[in-house]
């Protein structure tokens, strides 16, 4: 693994908290690399030094909270429904500025499909049209089905503020997730 200089990894952190916060308060379209910039207190050209526009800074970010959450979802895979879920939405709660940014912006559509093929993507891992509730249904149509709920009720979630704790709503997903499933 490589190491990176802890000045870059600051610079870095800084754009992108940065771009998060103006994301949050105007469309992606009106950001400017200047704004970023301005927010993050560097010159512009340190903003070019590592990403070559906003629209790979966003890619960037994207890419990067996608695999994290990924990797900490995972991270705990032997756990039942319920706990499992809760476990991922600590992460979505940890990173609420990301999520609530990323979900609720006009601008940010391509993450919210990112997102869902993220999920369409972990949730065949868990279907089973051989046995049971799902014996001869569609495993595209089951997947695309669970994943936009799971999705929808995320971003329920986040737009209002996250008005159940993790654990809270784990436990209403992971219900209606088994009933799925």
């Known amino acids: 693994m490589v190491k990176v200089d802890r000045r870059i990894a600051r610079t870095q952190e800084a754009i992108k ?19 970023i910039a301005d927010r993050a207190n560097i010159n512009r050209a340190t903003v070019y030094l590592h990403y070559l526009d ?6 960037k970010i994207m890419e990067e909270h996608i695999e994290n959450m990924s990797d900490f979802c995972e991270s705990e895979a ?3 429904w319920i706990d499992s879920t809760t476990h991922c939405m600590k992460y979505l709660e940890s990173n609420y ?14 993450f919210r499909n990112r997102f869902l093929q993220h999920n369409i993507e972990e949730f065949k891992k868990d279907v ?20 936009n709920a799971y999705v929808g009720v995320v971003e329920w979630w986040l737009k209002n503020k996250m008005p159940y704790s993790p654990k809270e709503m784990a436990e209403k997903v ?3 997730l088994e009933r799925n499933l």
């Open 17 to 35: 908290k940065a771009f998060l916060e103006l994301m949050s308060e105007k469309s992606f379209d009106s950001i400017t690399i200047q704004n």
């Open 54 to 59: 906003k629209f790979d800074l966003l890619d």
């Open 78 to 80: 032997d756990l039942n």
């Open 128 to 147: 089973d049209i051989t046995k049971g509730k799902n014996l001869g249904q569609n495993e595209d149509v089951i997947v695309e089905f669970v994943a």
């Open 97 to 110: 500025l990301f999520f609530s940014t990323m979900l609720a912006s006009e601008g940010a559509r391509y």
């Open 174 to 176: 992971g219900n209606l």
